[in-house]
């Protein structure tokens, strides 16, 4: 057997992809990567009735967003395509038939309605070794009639004949020996009454096919490992079964079981990677891309979600996760998702980025807003004013827009409590000077010296820097908040200095 490392993240593609999702797909993709190995996409759609339009796209545009493209997958091809379970229906159904042969399952003739009348008869009814014999298949039927209503075309699916009294197991590699009983698995539908396969038979199938070496996927998956094990049993033999982990669930801030696209509504926070439009309700959920998450940030804190290399270190690059990644240090338990956190590694990833490429980020966001800017190189330098305190990128609009126009609202209730005829004067006399360096063809001054001719004016007329610094400070930007004022009239210059101080006087008296 090919001895490369080959791993596949195989979602459905039912829906935006769960930040989950992302994650496991990450952890597919550094292990492949650390070991030189190959990072497939199979899009498992068998199930017609769950089939969504558009969100395969959605997936494949997710992964390209965040940097993990996959070696081979619907899009980019590949020797073991085609990668789109749907597309391989031809394939499945010698493996169902072998299994028959080999009396590891059996054709199951039971309507809809049988079905239906049964679940009403049994609570909890799983078809399974309790129920088989009660059933109409070709275990609890005569040779004589299974032939029959095989050759009269009666519609069946294919069911595995589960053991009894056995136990299944597999070693997981996060949480090793895993044990079942077979008592407890019911006997799952492998092939349709249309000849689709269901999951269970196509992942064994295409696992197989695809030469998977190691599949990772959500702890959620578990409950249906020993069906997969059985299936590798009877058909391909358990040296060839992929090594299992099964990736711990993410979980509600509060630590209280996974963490759902709903609570993600009711905190407000995204769980989804990008924005998704369900287009049967047409409602959006929120993404992380589109609340101003960069995509290096988005994949460091999905790592930090579960594993860690045993240092304090927080801040990975994609390539020093690559070369740092192991499973052995991936958490057992599930780890608690917080938005403050998340927040915080986007904030760290913007300081490190160029002021150049996020100009480039966040002049849509600018736009959105109708705030024009007439010169890039002006958006370069305030991004970099005010990177320190951006966290998402749209918050580079509530820091900086005041560089670009006045600011519509004025906190002017916080100053008029404190305000003074005698600040008014001074506040008059300081626009004064500017306007008198304007007329010499001054535009602006270094901060520096700003401040120093700023402290003589607060001397001359007897008053206290400290009284003076917030309320100019609301002048320039409206509220609370903002760099270093001296910086901003440096940087906003002389001619709207004096015209915000003016507005500002004049909605003061
Ligand atoms: N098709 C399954 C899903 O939707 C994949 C489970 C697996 O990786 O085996 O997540």
Partial sequence: MDSKVRVRFAPSPTGGLHLGGVRTVLFNYLFAKHNNGEFILRIED?????FVPGAEKYIQDTLAWCGLVPDESPLHGGPYGPYRQSERKAIYKQYADKLIAQGNAYYAFDTPEDLDAKRKEISNFQYSRAHRMSMKNSVSLSPQVVDELLKNNTPYVIRIKVPENEAVSLEDVIRGHVSFDTNMVDDKVLLKADGMPTYH????????LMKITHAFRGEEWLPSAPVHVLLWKYLFGLELMPKWAHLPLILKPDGNGKLSKRDGERLGF???AMDWTDPNTNTTTIGFKERGFLPEAFVNLLAMLGWNDGTDKEIYSIDELIAGFSLDRVHKGGAKFDYEKAKWFNGEWIKQMTDQKLAELVKPYFDQAAIEIHEHSYLVKVVGLVKERCQLLQDFVAQASFYFQAPTQIDTASIASKWEEKKHRFFDELAKIYLNKMETGMLTAPAIELEAAFKELVA???????ELMLPFRIMLVGGKFGPGVFEIVETIE???????IQHCLQLLS
């Fill in 46 to 50: 068998t199930d017609q009735t769950r």
């Fill in 201 to 208: 038979l196509a992942v064994v199938v295409d696992d197989y």
């Fill in 270 to 272: 995204p769980v989804f």
């Fill in 460 to 466: 001359k007329h007897e008053l206290k820097p400290g």
């Fill in 494 to 500: 002389f001619k709207d200095t004096v015209s915000r």
